[in-house]
């Protein structure tokens, strides 16, 4: 069988690329950015990957297109598709169709946190011995990889509520049929698909609808809006996340100053204490997803405890890419305000005495262009001491008043360039600089981490 996937270097999409090959099928596609990570990981695998849409691609037909969301009408290869009949399904249709059915699918969904609730959640199994398949929207440390078939009966997916392609608008996850099901939070997010929080919702109490019986699912029971759709219909039992002791659940205890140590405890009964390198109140919270999930498939929360202080973080989660002359720079994946104040806070811990947290924001994401969220950003970026914005000329909106909202220093930049010169002029030992955005930021990475350690031996 040969599948052909357009729009193969997303994240999902190179993930599917590889469960497909894992199939023993060939498997090719293209896009219009062929790039790093996912371009090297193809490549890695032997799946050819063609820059462009250009029909020809298409001659000889193969046996399935695959079309991503990113993909619409008017695009050359899916007009070809089109018009000559060729047979085509959309990423997470191909997921249920061709993958799923052999595994009892346990599904992480929510607006935050899912890429590294489902690394944990995979990694807790692969550490028991279980195998376990998985397609997750970025690459644990632990596992090297997007996605992968296993061998074990469980398959690990990141359950996005972004909408499926533009000939299907449900929302990707109504397509997995999880046994267990991840609900981290919920908030207004996606901007450019979703008018209101209500319709949002509408598509997680679709994914409730399809959750069998005999099935659990896994919620916060402080989350006002996810309480909301839990309560328009849920037949599926319950576990709930829980802030107080005194609430029935899985809760977290004596949690060490900077996040690092914390005890797993269900109602009366204390599993253990956890020490890991991982910082952050919302880290937390994604372990303990993750360690109900992961005793919901059979795996004695002792044992999710002590594999929890193997896991390595995932990349672009608050990753460090380079540290000299006492400055630490981080990556990190960071665009919506809940996430960019979470990050900020866990990272506050870790600062010693004379270091501050300096953050460097593109705002990148559908939703943020759109400026839905210009009013949340400065009370977002507050717990940091000094901001540094990207205005990139094709912003619809200005940045200048989420910097005068600020109660730190606060610069606005149009250009890669006078970041990279001005971040790299006024670091000094102690600080500790993030990268937030959600796509290259026009390779400052590279560039910001060339101009701050170049000269470290």
């Not at 199939?23 to 090297?40: E, L, N």
């Not at 990113?70 to 047979?87: F, I, K, M, Q, Y």
């Not at 619809?396 to 220093?409: D, G, H, T």
């Amino acid at each position: 069988m040969h599948v052909h996937i357009l729009g193969i270097c997303g994240t999902f999409m190179a993930g599917i690329a590889r469960l497909g090959k894992a199939r023993g099928w060939r498997v090719t596609g293209c896009d219009a950015h062929v790039y790093p990570p996912m371009s090297d990981q193809l490549r890695d695998d032997g799946i050819t990957v063609i820059e462009g849409y250009d029909p020809a691609q298409l001659q000889p037909a193969p046996d399935c297109v695959v079309i991503g969301n990113a993909l619409s009408r008017g695009n050359e290869a899916v007009e070809h598709t089109l018009d000559n009949g060729l047979p085509y399904l959309s990423g997470p249709e191909f997921l249920a169709r061709h993958v799923l059915p052999r595994y009892k699918v346990l599904a992480v969904a929510g607006t935050h946190g899912k890429t590294s609730t489902s690394s944990i959640l995979a990694w807790l199994l692969e550490a028991a011995g279980l195998e376990p398949g998985f397609l997750i929207g970025g690459i644990a440390h632990n596992l090297g990889v997007s996605a992968r078939a296993g061998n074990g009966p469980f398959f690990v997916v990141e359950a996005d509520e972004y909408d499926t392609a533009f000939f299907d608008k449900r929302a990707k996850f109504v397509h997995y049929r999880p046994h267990t099901l991840i609900l981290n939070n919920l908030e207004y997010d996606h901007a450019d698909i979703y008018p209101d929080m209500a319709s949002i919702q509408w598509q997680f109490h679709q994914l409730l609808r399809i959750v069998p019986g005999n099935s659990l699912i896994i919620a916060p029971r402080e989350d006002e809006h996810l309480q909301q759709v839990l309560q328009r219909g849920c037949w599926t039992p319950v576990e709930y996340l829980t802030r107080s002791p005194a609430a029935h659940g899985w809760y977290a205890r004596d949690i060490s100053p900077d996040t690092r140590e914390f005890n797993v405890a269900f109602g009366d009964r204390d599993f253990g204490r956890v020490r890991w390198g991982q910082t952050g109140h919302h880290n937390i919270h994604n372990a303990l997803s993750a360690v109900a999930a992961a005793h919901h498939a059979g795996i004695d929360p002792p044992a999710a405890i002590a594999a929890l202080a193997d896991f390595k973080g995932v990349k672009r989660r608050l990753e460090v890419i380079g540290s000299g002359r006492g400055i630490t720079l981080y990556d990190d994946f960071a665009h919506h305000p809940t996430a960019i104040a979470t990050t900020v806070q866990g990272l506050r811990g870790t600062v010693e005495d004379g270091g501050r947290i300096i953050v460097i924001l593109e705002p990148r994401s559908n939703t943020m262009r759109l400026g839905v969220h210009q009013q949340a950003l400065a009370p977002a970026l507050s717990g940091a001491d000094a901001v540094i914005l990207y205005q990139p000329p094709d912003l619809p909106w200005s940045l200048q008043p989420v910097a005068a909202a600020l109660p730190c220093p606060a610069k606005i930049y149009d250009t890669i360039d006078a970041i990279v010169a001005h971040t790299a002029q006024s670091a000094r030992t102690g600080d500790r600089i993030v990268i937030m955005s959600n796509g290259g930021f026009g390779g400052i990475h590279a560039r910001l981490k060339e101009a701050l350690f170049n000269d470290d031996a």
